[in-house]
């Protein structure tokens, strides 16, 4: 291709930065999708906070739970410290 003012390695060098734009683009797009995919994050300490505050009364109810078992002796203490634990624990 001679196109007056354009020698070949200019044709090259041309292409390579055609290339490179367009592998830019893509990788853009790419982390467009991906972002699109993640899960919301919190925005604020308050919503974390409230989030948690959701589930603290049923803890609250399951170790009033666990205690009553063992004021009633259906629990020992060694399984009540274990169950506590786990509750408190998340598990």
């Known amino acids: 291709m001679n196109v007056p003012g354009m020698e070949s390695y200019n044709w090259v060098v041309w292409t390579l930065g055609v290339l490179a734009f367009a592998a830019l683009i893509g990788v853009v797009?790419?982390?467009?999708?991906?972002a699109?995919?993640?899960p919301?994050?919190?925005h604020s300490a308050a919503e974390r906070l409230q989030?948690?505050?959701?589930t603290q009364p049923a803890l609250d109810a399951k170790l009033r739970e666990l205690n009553q078992l063992k004021e009633r002796g259906q629990l020992g203490e060694a399984e009540y410290e274990k169950r506590r634990a786990a509750l408190l624990a998340g598990n």
Do not use: G, K
Not at 51 to 54: C, D, G, K
């Open 51 to 54: 989030r948690e505050a959701q």
């Open 40 to 42: 919301p994050e919190l």
């Open 29 to 34: 797009i790419v982390a467009i999708v991906r």
């Open 36 to 38: 699109s995919r993640r």
